[in-house]
């Protein structure tokens, strides 16, 4: 229901005679006398009544998205499980059901479970990544994510599995709430929303739409047509819809009277646009030490343009490798500043024993113009390749994190702590738009690439620069940074301009022609116009 409608019939409501009031409200008393919770018109009723086994409720602070939960649990569900992010959060949901039904009688406070007759509801936080576990095989049939851009995407998906009921007859469903993501950690539901919620989604949906959604071949979630049966790896697979439902404070009638939306109004920018305007396509809140700013990132983004530039030869690529586990090799191409779409290989497409050699002849397949290959050796799992690829008259470069730094920063000219700080502080400074001629870094408009470079955070200690470690980024995030890792990588070694591309090029053929190998015709393709 729009905000002028709910306003025209609040007015009405408002105008009634004090009888006619009185019997209405006794009307809607009876009509509801058996829901401990009615939901307001317009945007909360509809996500009432939504059928998709997967909602998200979000947008503006204040538009009833905790107390949708809460009355889905009490009206609906006969197992539920709400949780909010930390310990400390969590001990107000107890609070907010108390002030819903008016006691606390079933409620133990010790666990966060509350048993009203045969409905139960867990409440609880899930602060660390590994508390995951701590839900792991407990079912219920609502799931339910309170502020769900505080979760990490590995503790949603890992909890969501336990979705499901013994009664055939109990609807299950996954409900998620929340505000726009402000940090990195939460960029990952505008990518699972991405219909809803990222302009430049293909084939966008309205609000309340249902898609369909599995998991592909290759491990990856994919939208289908329909619920199926689908073949997926052989095997017959049963699509979930999925939708998004924008709440808004307007239709909230608890607090659009009240002056809550001064109080969000006189927010800085970014945490006004986010909660106050609910705005999805804000940029994200930069973290304290964040290495590289966002506004950079979306600059570059804006610079870039389909198809490699004319006349500029691929100067490095950079190579995330993959472990043999979860995780894919990626690839990132660059073009002197243009990085190219990000290359995936799906882990489960390599044979362990023979994953060295593979990773290799995908390597060269995407090689061009001799470009420098930059792959990553931290682990051990690159060796492997890099020995293939040497045998092959490929030039590497070994890239170890950890290990020492030898340049220094441009601006400062401060020591690094390790390759990996000097990787990730190169690419800030090649994106920094205060650079004499700005910058001229172009990426390509992917969102986890996004979220990849956005994650790190640094440290300025014994007048050195260091970078926050993968390992500690990856806990955080619930997830490995491969694309932010690789573009970082490509930019690290090789060429970084026209000119010194096109000497880097004279002398690879140089050394080609003293190797007794047919020197590379420099074309006018291979020189910027």
């Given at each position: 229901?729009?905000?002028?409608?709910?306003?025209?019939?609040?007015?009405?409501?408002?105008?009634?005679?004090?009888?006619?009031?009185?019997?209405?409200?006794?009307?809607?008393?009876?009509?509801?006398s058996?829901k401990?919770?009615?939901?307001?018109?317009?945007?909360?009723?509809?996500?009432?009544?939504?059928?998709?086994?997967?909602?998200?409720?979000?947008?503006?602070?204040?538009?009833?998205?905790?107390?949708?939960?809460?009355?889905?649990?009490?009206?609906?569900?006969?197992?539920?499980?709400?949780?909010?992010?930390?310990?400390?959060?969590?001990?107000?949901?107890?609070?907010?059901?108390?002030?819903?039904?008016?006691?606390?009688?079933?409620?133990?406070?010790?666990?966060?479970?509350?048993?009203?007759?045969?409905?139960?509801?867990?409440?609880?936080?899930?602060?660390?990544?590994?508390?995951?576990?701590?839900?792991?095989?407990?079912?219920?049939?609502?799931?339910?994510?309170?502020?769900?851009?505080?979760?990490?995407?590995?503790?949603?998906?890992?909890?969501?599995?336990?979705?499901?009921?013994?009664?055939?007859d109990?609807?299950?469903?996954?409900?998620?709430?929340?505000?726009?993501?402000?940090?990195?950690?939460?960029?990952?539901?505008?990518?699972?929303?991405?219909?809803?919620?990222?302009?430049?989604?293909?084939?966008?949906?309205?609000?309340?739409?249902?898609?369909?959604?599995?998991?592909?071949?290759?491990?990856?979630?994919?939208?289908?047509?329909?619920r199926?049966?689908?073949?997926?790896?052989?095997?017959?697979?049963?699509?979930?819809?999925?939708?998004?439902?924008?709440?808004?404070?307007?239709?909230?009638?608890?607090?659009?009277?009240?002056?809550?939306?001064?109080v969000?109004a006189?927010?800085?920018?970014?945490?006004?646009?986010?909660?106050?305007?609910?705005?999805?396509d804000?940029?994200?809140?930069?973290?304290?030490?964040?290495?590289?700013?966002?506004?950079?990132?979306?600059?570059?983004?804006?610079?870039?343009?389909?198809?490699?530039?004319?006349?500029?030869?691929?100067?490095?690529?950079?190579?995330?490798?993959?472990?043999?586990?979860?995780?894919?090799?990626?690839?990132?191409?660059?073009?002197?500043?243009?990085?190219?779409?990000?290359?995936?290989?799906?882990?489960?497409?390599?044979?362990?024993?023979?994953?060295?050699?593979?990773?290799?002849?995908?390597?060269?397949?995407?090689?061009?113009?001799?470009?420098?290959?930059?792959?990553?050796?931290?682990?051990?799992?690159?060796?492997?390749?890099?020995?293939?690829?040497?045998?092959?008259?490929?030039?590497?470069?070994?890239?170890?994190?950890?290990?020492?730094?030898?340049?220094?920063?441009?601006?400062?000219?401060?020591?690094f702590?390790n390759?990996?700080?000097?990787?990730?502080?190169?690419?800030?400074?090649?994106?920094?738009?205060?650079?004499?001629?700005?910058?001229?870094?172009?990426?390509?408009?992917?969102?986890?690439?996004?979220?990849?470079?956005?994650?790190?955070?640094?440290?300025?200690i014994?007048?050195?620069?260091?970078?926050?470690?993968?390992?500690?980024?990856?806990?955080?995030?619930?997830?490995?940074?491969?694309?932010?890792?690789?573009?970082?990588?490509?930019?690290?070694?090789?060429?970084?301009?026209?000119?010194?591309?096109?000497?880097?090029?004279?002398?690879?053929?140089?050394?080609?022609?003293?190797?007794?190998?047919?020197?590379?015709?420099?074309?006018?393709?291979?020189?910027?116009?």
């Open positions: 229901m729009a905000e002028g409608m709910l306003a025209e019939v609040l007015e009405k409501l408002e105008a009634l005679p004090e009888e006619s009031k009185a019997k209405l409200s006794e009307e809607v008393l009876s009509a509801t058996d401990l919770w009615v939901p307001n018109p317009g945007p909360q009723i509809d996500a009432y009544y939504n059928q998709a086994d997967e909602m998200f409720y979000g947008g503006q602070a204040g538009g009833g998205k905790t107390d949708l939960i809460i009355g889905l649990a009490l009206n609906e569900h006969k197992k539920s499980l709400i949780l909010r992010r930390t310990n400390k959060e969590a001990e107000k949901l107890p609070e907010r059901v108390e002030d819903i039904v008016g006691h606390s009688d079933g409620l133990n406070r010790s666990t966060g479970t509350w048993k009203m007759g045969d409905k139960i509801i867990d409440m609880g936080g899930c602060q660390l990544e590994a508390d995951k576990q701590k839900r792991k095989g407990i079912p219920h049939d609502l799931k339910a994510f309170d502020e769900v851009s505080d979760f990490s995407e590995s503790q949603y998906t890992f909890i969501c599995a336990w979705n499901r009921s013994a009664d055939p109990q609807r299950c469903r996954v409900v998620a709430t929340g505000n726009p993501p402000t940090t990195a950690e939460g960029y990952w539901v505008i990518k699972r929303w991405a219909a809803w919620l990222d302009p430049t989604h293909p084939n966008p949906a309205e609000d309340g739409e249902l898609r369909w959604y599995t998991t592909s071949e290759e491990g990856k979630d994919v939208e289908v047509d329909g199926g049966p689908h073949v997926i790896n052989g095997e017959e697979v049963i699509a979930r819809s999925r939708t998004f439902i924008r709440a808004r404070l307007s239709d909230n009638p608890d607090l659009a009277a009240t002056n809550y939306d001064a969000l006189s927010l800085p920018e970014r945490e006004r646009l986010a909660y106050r305007d609910g705005r999805f804000a940029s994200m809140q930069d973290a304290l030490g964040q290495a590289i700013p966002t506004q950079w990132i979306r600059l570059a983004q804006t610079r870039w343009e389909g198809g490699k530039p004319e006349g500029i030869p691929m100067c490095a690529m950079g190579v995330d490798m993959s472990g043999g586990g979860k995780d894919p090799m990626i690839i990132a191409k660059r073009f002197d500043g243009w990085f190219a779409p990000m290359e995936e290989y799906p882990a489960k497409n390599f044979d362990q024993k023979k994953l060295s050699q593979q990773a290799a002849g995908h390597i060269i397949t995407e090689r061009r113009d001799k470009a420098l290959v930059v792959i990553d050796l931290g682990g051990g799992y690159g060796s492997g390749t890099y020995e293939h690829l040497t045998d092959n008259d490929v030039e590497v470069f070994g890239y170890k994190g950890s290990e020492k730094a030898t340049m220094r920063s441009k601006d400062s000219n401060i020591p702590g390759q990996r700080s000097a990787a990730i502080w190169m690419m800030r400074e090649a994106l920094d738009p205060s650079q004499p001629g700005g910058s001229t870094i172009a990426l390509p408009d992917d969102p986890e690439l996004v979220a990849d470079l956005t994650a790190p955070t640094y440290q300025i014994n007048n050195t620069i260091k970078i926050e470690t993968k390992e500690k980024v990856c806990e955080r995030l619930g997830r490995s940074t491969d694309k932010g890792d690789a573009v970082c990588m490509a930019w690290f070694q090789g060429a970084k301009d026209s000119n010194s591309a096109l000497e880097w090029i004279d002398q690879k053929r140089t050394r080609n022609i003293k190797r007794g190998q047919s020197p590379k015709v420099l074309t006018g393709r291979h020189r910027r116009m």
